[in-house]
């Protein structure tokens, strides 16, 4: 069985560098076999190893990731989550809509400035692949860290759920006409970190900075200090006013810095407990179809030869209202409103009667030609929606302020994010609030995040400034129903866009494969041509 332990980040905080580097990584995708929890399995990995490498830098560097795929039987790209890409939008790694696949054989420079402090992570955005392993932890330090006083030791802990399947079996199993109730793959196990035994070791007296990440493919998860509280500094790269908590509840994609207090006894061991939220909504009355029945309990360790068998009970989860946290700049809500995306999420099925899952009735297809490469080459003819074909075309102009609302009518928890912004979380109500009718006052200091839990037959109101131009996805974070089709584009400041400027290197790989970079979604000149739009999903899965 692989065992990995906690990652070290820099134990002496203070020697974070303060000056712009550039932090220059070369990896190859290649297939490894593992067993994080005890069964053998393909995984994917870099340079022949497994787990997937931690990219760190400070404020400031030049992140640059070559990536050459060896996989040899599927194409690749990766997605840097969090990292909203101000004036690179082509290296935002969404395959289809800001690159096409990486090939086989092929490689791809990926550039990018750190600019945003925080807890990140990095993942494949192509073919289901990050949850067979493609994916690992992306930290950038900040010499200008408000709370680096406030801590001596960095560590990152990441939770997933896992799969003895690979993605593309998981997912043909799943489009499949008799899935008539749109059921997902359901995980085998909970790793953390990776498959570490769980074992955390620990200093008395010492304050820990944890960088809590949620790898998962589709469940959240709770986690829980039993006796320590929790003082939560950040949330997905937003920093926020010190907020205690004894529960937290981590949605697939999201991440939170706390910060913990290791007491001054010896010889203590501190059980914690990581519980996978495989319900449809946890909050839901009827507490007979409530249930945890995947988790986890790690140690905190001071002495090693001690108990490490200590079990943390909870008798019922309250988790912290993430919505109530105030950011640290005390940012106003942004307004007033200049326009407004209104999508409705349920299910639906295709032409073919395959189970997907659709916003404003229509599910989302890829097309011919990746989004970016249309709006840079139709001219002004760019914030003609219908010229992207079926990806859920949605144009802002620059510096607008757009109000996003999203309606989840299904009846489980759905988290939903949005590429290129920590969106303002300006309302969220709990389950079975029924659809947004009206956006109410805004609260004074919106909380702001990339990744938001949009409860059970409720919805969401988001808000951000249209000041990055490029296109974005916005998508539910729980992979299989990205497969399903949950997905929609935002097309922001298309006038910004006409004739951008995209790295010769990701034109190639397109070449390669014989994909068009020009024109609209089928790749006609005249934006209006919808010959060769793909406008029926195809009946075998192949990412």
Same mark, same amino acid.
């Given at each position: 069985?692989?065992?990995?332990?906690l990652?070290?980040?820099?134990?002496?905080?203070?020697?974070?560098a303060?000056?712009?580097?550039?932090i220059?990584?070369?990896w190859?995708?290649?297939?490894?076999w593992?067993?994080?929890?005890g069964?053998?399995?393909?995984?994917?990995?870099?340079?022949n190893t497994?787990?997937?490498?931690?990219?760190?830098?400070t404020v400031?560097?030049?992140?640059?990731?070559?990536?050459?795929?060896k996989?040899?039987?599927e194409t690749?790209?990766?997605?840097?989550h969090g990292?909203? +890409?101000?004036n690179s939008?082509y @290296? $935002? &790694?969404?395959?289809?809509?800001s690159?096409?696949p990486?090939p086989?054989?092929? =490689?791809?420079?990926?550039s990018?400035?750190?600019?945003e402090?925080?807890?990140?992570?990095?993942?494949?955005h192509?073919?289901?692949?990050?949850?067979d392993?493609?994916?690992?932890?992306?930290v950038?330090?900040?010499p200008?860290?408000?709370?680096l006083?406030?801590y001596?030791v960095?560590?990152i802990l990441?939770?997933?759920?896992?799969y003895?399947?690979?993605s593309?079996?998981?997912?043909?199993q799943?489009?499949?006409?008799?899935n008539?109730?749109?059921?997902?793959?359901?995980?085998?196990?909970?790793l953390?970190?990776e498959?570490s035994d769980?074992?955390v070791?620990v200093?008395?007296?010492?304050?820990?900075?944890v960088?809590v990440?949620?790898?998962?493919?589709?469940?959240?998860?709770?986690?829980?200090?039993?006796a320590? +509280?929790m003082?939560?500094?950040? @949330? $997905? &790269?937003t920093?926020?006013?010190?907020?205690?908590?004894n529960?937290l509840?981590? =949605?697939?994609a999201q991440?939170?810095?706390l910060l913990l207090t290791?007491g001054?006894t010896?010889n203590?061991?501190y059980?914690?407990l990581v519980a996978l939220?495989?319900?449809?909504?946890y909050t839901?009355?009827?507490?007979?179809?409530v249930?945890?029945?995947?988790?986890?309990?790690g140690q905190?360790v001071?002495?090693?030869?001690?108990?490490?068998?200590g079990?943390?009970v909870?008798d019922k989860?309250?988790p912290?209202?993430d919505?109530?946290l105030?950011p640290f700049d005390?940012?106003?809500a942004?307004?007033?409103?200049?326009k407004?995306?209104?999508?409705?999420?349920?299910?639906c099925r295709?032409?073919?009667d395959y189970?997907?899952?659709?916003?404003n009735g229509?599910?989302f297809?890829d097309?011919k030609?990746p989004?970016?490469y249309?709006?840079m080459?139709?001219g $002004?003819?760019n914030t003609?929606v219908s010229?992207?074909?079926?990806v859920?075309?949605f144009t802002v102009?620059y510096?607008?302020?757009?109000?996003i609302?999203?309606?989840?009518?299904d009846?489980?928890i759905?988290?939903f994010?949005?590429?290129?912004h920590?969106?303002?979380?300006?309302?969220?109500?709990?389950s079975?609030?029924?659809?947004?009718n009206?956006?109410?006052e805004?609260p004074?200091?919106?909380v702001?995040?990339d990744?938001?839990?949009?409860?059970?037959?409720s919805?969401?109101?988001?808000?951000?400034?249209?000041?990055?131009p490029g296109?974005f996805l916005?998508h539910c974070?729980?992979e299989?129903?990205?497969e399903?089709?949950?997905t929609?584009?935002?097309?922001e400041?298309?006038?910004?866009l006409?004739n951008y400027?995209?790295?010769?290197d990701h034109f190639d790989?397109?070449?390669a494969?014989?994909?068009p970079?020009?024109g609209n979604a089928?790749?006609?000149?005249?934006w209006?041509?919808?010959?060769g739009?793909?406008t029926?999903n195809?009946?075998?899965y192949?990412?």
């Amino acid at each position: 069985m692989y065992r990995a332990t906690l990652l070290p980040l820099f134990t002496l905080i203070q020697a974070i560098a303060v000056s712009a580097a550039t932090i220059t990584v070369w990896w190859e995708v290649t297939w490894v076999w593992a067993a994080p929890d005890g069964v053998g399995r393909p995984v994917i990995g870099i340079n022949n190893t497994w787990p997937c490498p931690m990219i760190q830098a400070t404020v400031g560097d030049t992140v640059v990731v070559n990536l050459f795929n060896k996989l040899g039987n599927e194409t690749t790209g990766i997605h840097f989550h969090g990292i909203n +890409q101000i004036n690179s939008n082509y @290296m $935002d &790694g969404s395959v289809g809509s800001s690159q096409c696949p990486l090939p086989p054989n092929y =490689s791809i420079t990926y550039s990018f400035t750190a600019d945003e402090a925080g807890t990140y992570w990095y993942h494949s955005h192509n073919m289901g692949q990050y949850p067979d392993g493609f994916r690992g932890p992306l930290v950038i330090h900040d010499p200008q860290d408000p709370y680096l006083n406030d801590y001596e030791v960095d560590l990152i802990l990441t939770i997933s759920d896992w799969y003895h399947d690979q993605s593309p079996t998981l997912v043909s199993q799943m489009l499949q006409p008799n899935n008539t109730k749109f059921l997902p793959p359901r995980p085998s196990s909970v790793l953390i970190n990776e498959g570490s035994d769980g074992l955390v070791h620990v200093v008395p007296d010492k304050t820990y900075r944890v960088r809590v990440v949620n790898f998962s493919a589709m469940t959240a998860a709770f986690l829980v200090f039993n006796a320590l +509280q929790m003082q939560i500094i950040m @949330m $997905d &790269g937003t920093y926020v006013q010190k907020e205690i908590t004894n529960q937290l509840h981590v =949605s697939p994609a999201q991440r939170y810095d706390l910060l913990l207090t290791i007491g001054s006894t010896e010889n203590l061991n501190y059980p914690f407990l990581v519980a996978l939220d495989t319900n449809a909504d946890y909050t839901a009355k009827n507490a007979s179809t409530v249930g945890f029945h995947t988790n986890f309990t790690g140690q905190l360790v001071t002495d090693p030869n001690g108990n490490l068998d200590g079990t943390s009970v909870v008798d019922k989860f309250y988790p912290l209202d993430d919505t109530t946290l105030v950011p640290f700049d005390k940012q106003s809500a942004f307004g007033p409103v200049s326009k407004r995306w209104v999508l409705t999420f349920e299910y639906c099925r295709d032409a073919n009667d395959y189970p997907r899952a659709c916003f404003n009735g229509d599910t989302f297809i890829d097309q011919k030609v990746p989004t970016l490469y249309s709006a840079m080459s139709l001219g $002004d003819n760019n914030t003609e929606v219908s010229a992207y074909g079926q990806v859920g075309a949605f144009t802002v102009g620059y510096n607008e302020v757009l109000e996003i609302v999203i309606n989840n009518a299904d009846t489980a928890i759905h988290p939903f994010h949005l590429h290129g912004h920590q969106f303002q979380i300006i309302e969220r109500p709990k389950s079975g609030k029924g659809s947004w009718n009206n956006t109410r006052e805004p609260p004074d200091t919106p909380v702001r995040r990339d990744t938001v839990a949009v409860f059970a037959n409720s919805y969401v109101v988001l808000r951000i400034i249209a000041n990055n131009p490029g296109v974005f996805l916005l998508h539910c974070h729980i992979e299989w129903h990205v497969e399903m089709g949950l997905t929609a584009t935002l097309i922001e400041a298309p006038e910004r866009l006409v004739n951008y400027t995209i790295p010769q290197d990701h034109f190639d790989i397109c070449q390669a494969q014989g994909i068009p970079t020009t024109g609209n979604a089928a790749g006609n000149d005249l934006w209006y041509d919808t010959d060769g739009f793909i406008t029926i999903n195809p009946t075998t899965y192949v990412g």
